[in-house]
């Protein structure tokens, strides 16, 4: 994989299949990625040690901002910090877990920079609110002095999704476009205080009807062109809308729609 006739982008791993291999046709990697990237609360995070260029890992919380760039809430004490600010270049693994063997499980890579967001930048409430959604503990320290969020500019994605399902992606394969849809942006913050407020059944039939998940305490996390995010607890699912989105009325109407099919279900 290159992008447009340069260089493979990082994490690329061309002409590495037997030849005349395929995936399997019930594969569909963007839409695993996605998942994934959407849905997985917690990574490992790659950098470069500022002291020699070793690769340094570290666990971090992850969020992802409206249209799937990761979003990561660091203190300037952190190792990988340091690190951060000497060469923004990184990668995140975000992995699936569950019972058997790990690595029959679904992993993305997530490679590109990382850069900090200012306090006072146009983006920095809306950071911040989707990743307190989903990690409220962070709560407790997020306005600390030496803490900061940093966004990751995605270069490039790998995801093996098990056995014969791997597959190089770019940017464009895992996050969401967001051409067009200022009007559902801006209304996100309100809708997902009305559906947590107002509607807590229908997330909850969401998750247990639709996505086949265990009863809990679900709420919405963060509405995009692409879908929802929801959490329980320690808990978190990713509700793929089957077509886009972009205005405030269109998003009412798919949530009114999924509600529908969820209790048809029930």
């Known amino acids: 994989m290159t992008q447009e ?21 019930d594969f569909d990697p963007n839409a695993v ?36 760039a990761p979003v990561i809430l660091t203190s300037r004490l952190s190792t990988h910090t340091a690190n951060l600010e000497r060469d923004g270049r990184t990668s995140a693994l975000l992995a699936e877990t569950g019972k058997g063997d790990p690595l029959a499980h679904p992993r993305l890579t997530v490679l590109g920079t990382f850069a900090p967001l200012a306090r006072d930048s146009a983006d920095h409430a809306r950071v911040r609110r989707r990743f307190l959604a989903r990690h409220p503990k962070s709560e407790l320290y997020v306005d600390f002095g030496d803490f900061s969020f940093w966004r990751m500019t995605v270069a490039s994605a790998h995801l093996n999704g098990g056995f014969a399902r791997a597959a190089d992606l770019t940017a464009p394969d895992v996050l969401t476009d967001v051409s067009g849809a200022d009007d559902l942006i801006a209304a996100e913050e309100g809708a997902v205080e009305h559906m947590n407020a107002d509607h807590a059944e229908a997330t909850k039939l969401y998750a247990t009807k639709l996505l086949g998940l265990d009863d809990g305490p679900w709420r919405i996390s963060g509405l995009d062109p692409d879908g929802a995010d929801l959490t329980a607890g320690d808990r978190t699912a990713r509700l793929a809308f089957p077509q886009r989105v972009t205005s405030a009325a269109a998003l009412r109407q798919m949530l009114v729609e999924l509600a529908k099919k969820a209790r048809e279900q029930a």
């Open 5 to 25: 006739g340069a260089r493979p982008l990082p994490g690329a791993m061309p002409n590495r299949l037997p030849e005349g291999a395929r995936p399997p046709a």
């Open 33 to 68: 990625a996605k998942t994934l990237l959407r849905a997985t609360r917690a990574g490992t995070l790659g950098t470069l040690d500022s002291n020699t260029g070793h690769p340094f890992t570290s666990l971090v919380n992850v969020g992802t901002d409206v249209d799937g």
